[in-house]
Each structure stands twice: as C-alpha cells, then as structure tokens.
C-alpha cells in the first residue's frame, strides 16, 4: 500500500516533468542549436521560415535582372543533371540503379492502393558500387534511348488500375500521343528509390530514413507521375513539419490529378516527409529538432541530419524544381505566399511561374531545405500556405492553383483556361514587434493594405488596464499576422510587406 502510494507521488511530478519538456521544447531545440545565442521570444514561438530568418535575410539585390525568356524544357533538365553530378563523384547513388527486375507497378493514383513495399535496404549497402553514376544518368537521358526503342517509351494503359506489372508490349497507345506538339519527344524510364518508373506511369513508392528500430520500420510513401514526354522534374514536399496539414492536401490533389500520358517532365511528390511528427502532431522530429534546419544533412549526423540526407540523397537531387509546402506556425497566419531569394537570378525567374501569389523574398537560413537545394543548383522556392495543425480549403485551392499554373508555365500540362491574374506579386517585409505584453487585440485583417503609423492592433495589459497601440512602421499589406493571443514584449506581431518591382521588368 505505501509502496504503491510512493509510486504514485512519484509519478505525479515525472508527468508533469514530461509535460514542461514538452512545452519548453521550441526553446530548448533552438538553444541546443544556438548555444551561444540568447533566444529572443519570438523565436520561442516555432515557425518555418521563422520572424528571425526573415530578419537575417540579405536585403534583395536592386533590380537584379532575373534570366530574360523562359527556358526551354531541354535545358532544364540539363540544368538538374548538373545537380545530380555531385552525389554521383560520390558513388553514394547506388540505390537508385535502375533494374529492369524492379519496374515500379503502374498505379492510378486516383484509385485506392495498397501501400508500396520497402526496398530490403540491408542487400544494397554491401553492393556499393562506385560506378552507379554510369547506369543511374542513363535514364535521365534516355531521351535518345527512348527514341530507338519506342515501345519502352510507349505508355501502357490497360493495366493502370490493377497495379500489374507494366507488359512492354505496346498496343495503341502511339494514337494517345499529342502531335500538336511538335516538340514533345518520348521520355525515358525514370529511376528512383530503387525502382524502375515506366514513361507514361505513376506509382507509390516508399522511402525510409532507416532511423528507427528495423523492425518497427515505416516507410514514408513517394508518389511519382513520369510523364511519357521529356522535361523537367518538378519536386513537392510537405510536412517537412509533422503539424502543417495543408501541404499534405495540396500534394495529394495535385499529383492526383495528373495525366502521366500527357505530363511532359515528372513529378515527385512526398506528402509527409517527417512522419512521426505527423503522428504524433508536431513540427519535431523524435529528437526534438527541427528537419528543416538540418539540410543537406549528413550520413553520420545527428538524427536530424541523418533523414535529411536520405531525404536530400535519395529524392531531391533528382529535381530540377522544387516546391517545399509549409505553414504558420499555431498562433501566427499567413496569406498563401513563396519565400524565394530574389538575389538568386535562377530563383527568382521560377518566381514568375506561380499565378498571383505574393511573393516574400528571403535570402534563406542554413539548414533549410530551399537553402540547401538552391545551392545544389535546384530552382528552390517555399510556399506558405495558412496555419498548422488545420486543413484549410482556400489556402489549398490557391496552392494547387499555384502548382498548376508553374506546371502550365514550365510546359508540363496544358490547361483549358486563362489565369485573368497570372503575375505573382513582390514584396519586401518587415515585422511589426510588441513593445510591450499583455493581450493582444488585432484591428486589422490578414490581406489589409495599411499606411506607416496607422494602428494595426494593441496590446492590453490585464493588471493595469493600459492599452498599448502598435503601429504599422511602413506603408503596404499585412501579409502575416499573430492571432490575438497573449503576448511579451518583443513579440512579432505584423509581417507587413511593401511591394518591390517584378524582377526583370
Ligand atoms: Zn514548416
């Protein structure tokens, strides 16, 4: 009896141990990360491309001409080999060997699947081959190859809804083939994660970190539309942190949504890169870090820098273009924007693809990914889309608007309708702070235009009942916000942004 009580009064105080933990836990990651830097409040309050990393950024380059004219899909590609030079010197591609033996199935991604079977990882470890560069460029290029040999390039349909193994024989499918464009040349097998991806196909296929315990191993689905026509590889991640729900969404429809037999190029789609964090709710991974702080990452890291490199190994240096979908933070939400470094020439032309979206410029902090891919030579750009932790349907609608119109501009699908507004619009930011804590009350909405000075909310101090006005310290479009809440001194409260020429203009 007494033990049992003793254990008990134990228990007590190591939950709720447990729960402060928890709570501290944006702070302690930040401050393991930092630790010689003092963690303003702000910080505290966890966000993607956080208030600091918006502060910290370079200021945009003065009418830094972005590339004039688009570039023609041929190009593009050769763009992302460069990218996938490196790793290769590296031999560490080895996985991505293509193997006729391992064709992914053809999947209708509309259609209910099983979900995809983890390559045995233990098999290809031993069989490190330095030379996997050769066999996995092959069928990037395999444009030529393809030509000589049709009925590889041919897309098989008959067998799209039961998932059965791609026959390489062809039927009719040469009919299906858009002679309008006069330019569209047959694409080639895609290689990755192991497995085969027939042109004119879509599959599931599965990633894994292998940071857990092999037994209890899951892996994170890869969704993939090789189109039956070359051109670019066009990348989606979401929930990079587990909390942020919309991207997940955003991929799903857009990838659902895809013809492979009239896609020209590829889409890679990972809708849930940090899945424990998905599971359990939070930006995190198990380690408490935040993922997006650790890109490129490294084999022999921490835990973070270990799936970050799989991640950044294994999928994203196969993209040309990338999209990495975020959101808000839980108390603070934004209008759907990118966040692109404008000094970036290759960046911002990408930019222009994504119909009337804001656009934020950013410089980028390390670790991030946009960060991380931008310097791989991979048009890099993230797209905040509403809070976490929610499923909002306008912030969702204008993300897979978004992605279509940058799929249409780069030559990929084509579209029955015209954009009335297609041109994204610049800004430069700022962030608003409290000056002082208390509750904070908002007159203003997310999207208001306001004037520098004008009042945008106050903070209201409980005890003493004063009400402190925060003013708006430039002219132009609160395109971020806090929702009202309680605050400290310090607090940034207003992402307002001043609109900047278009680049190139
Ligand atoms: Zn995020």
Not at 271 to 284: A, D, K
Not at 368 to 392: D, F, H, K, N
């Amino acid at each position: 009896m007494l033990f049992a009580r003793t254990s008990q009064a134990t228990l007590k105080p190591f939950a709720i141990c447990l729960l402060a933990t928890c709570f501290a836990m944006p702070a302690w990651a930040a401050n393991e990360q930092n630790p010689d830097q003092p963690v303003p409040p702000s910080a505290q309050l966890p966000e993607d491309e956080n208030v600091e990393d918006v502060e910290r950024s370079e200021p945009r380059a003065d009418a830094q001409p972005a590339e004039a004219g688009e570039k023609p899909a041929a190009k593009e590609s050769a763009a992302g080999e460069g990218s996938q030079q490196a790793p290769d010197a590296k031999g560490d591609v080895k996985d991505q060997t293509p193997d006729s033996g391992k064709v992914a199935p053809n999947i209708d991604l509309k259609e209910v699947a099983p979900m995809p079977e983890p390559e045995p990882e233990p098999a290809k470890e031993s069989e490190s081959d330095p030379e996997a560069s050769a066999p996995e460029q092959a069928p990037d290029e395999t444009g030529d190859k393809a030509d000589a040999s049709p009925e590889q390039a041919a897309p098989e349909t008959d067998t799209a809804e039961t998932g059965d193994e791609p026959s390489e024989t062809t039927d009719t499918q040469d009919e299906a083939q858009p002679e309008t464009e006069a330019e569209a040349k047959a694409a080639g097998s895609f290689s990755l994660l192991g497995k085969e991806i027939l042109p004119g196909t879509s599959t599931r296929l599965a990633w894994s970190p292998g940071i857990q315990i092999a037994g209890l191993s899951q892996i994170t689905p890869v969704l993939v539309v090789n189109g039956a026509w070359q051109g670019p590889t066009l990348c989606l991640t979401g929930a990079i942190h587990g909390d942020e729900l919309n991207g997940i969404e955003i991929i799903r429809r857009t990838m659902y949504d895809l013809d492979p037999e009239k896609l020209t190029g590829r889409v890679i789609g990972v809708p849930i890169v940090n899945l424990t964090g998905f599971q359990q709710g939070t930006r995190y991974l198990p380690d408490r870090r935040d993922l997006n702080r650790h890109f490129p990452g490294r084999e022999d890291g921490t835990l973070a820098d270990r799936v970050a490199h799989s991640l950044f190994k294994n999928v994203i240096q196969r993209c040309d273009m990338l999209v990495d979908i975020h959101t808000g933070s839980l108390k603070r939400t934004n209008l759907p924007q990118l966040r692109a470094d404008m000094n970036n020439p290759q960046v911002a032309e990408f930019t222009r693809g994504f119909d009337s979206m804001a656009v934020v410029h950013s410089s980028g902090s390390e670790g991030m990914l946009r960060t991380a891919a931008t310097e791989a030579g991979i048009r890099t750009v993230t797209l905040e889309a509403g809070e976490s932790l929610r499923i909002q349907e306008h912030q969702i609608e204008a993300g897979v608007n978004s992605l279509h119109s940058l799929m249409e501009k780069h030559g990929m699908i084509s579209r029955m309708f015209v954009w009335g507004d297609p041109e994204p619009v610049y800004y430069d930011s700022t962030w608003v702070r409290a000056a002082h804590g208390g509750i904070l009350f908002s007159d203003v909405e997310l999207g208001d235009r306001v004037s520098e000075g004008e009042i945008l909310g106050y903070v209201s101090d409980p005890i003493t009942n004063a009400q402190h006005p925060i003013r708006s310290s430039a002219e132009g479009r609160v395109i971020g916000m806090a929702v009202d809440q309680v605050v400290m001194a310090g607090f940034a409260a207003y992402h307002i942004g001043t609109e900047a020429e278009v680049p190139g203009e």
